[in-house]
């Protein structure tokens, strides 16, 4: 496959429903996990920009996956 084809796939891929919610996805989780980062090796400015990205490019995902993990320890022992 050529480059730019690509490269035309993995945008239309990026911006699909399905492309978004892992993108959203990804974030969400990677946010949690530099949270439990503690003393001068956490991130700060990059915790605030991926919550920003989160915030901005994927209004809404937060919440779904707030819910998601909610579900999720209900059902885990």
Known sequence: MEYIEM????LE???S????FIQAQALY???QKLCEVEGVLREESNIC????????LYPGY???FDHI?????????
């Open 7 to 10: 490269l035309k796939k993995t």
């Open 29 to 31: 989780y990677g946010i």
């Open 49 to 56: 920009d991926m919550k920003y990205l989160l915030d901005v």
């Open 13 to 15: 891929f990026a911006s």
């Open 62 to 64: 937060e919440k779904l």
């Open 69 to 77: 993990e909610g579900d999720i320890r209900m059902v885990r022992p």
């Open 17 to 20: 429903p399905r492309g978004k």
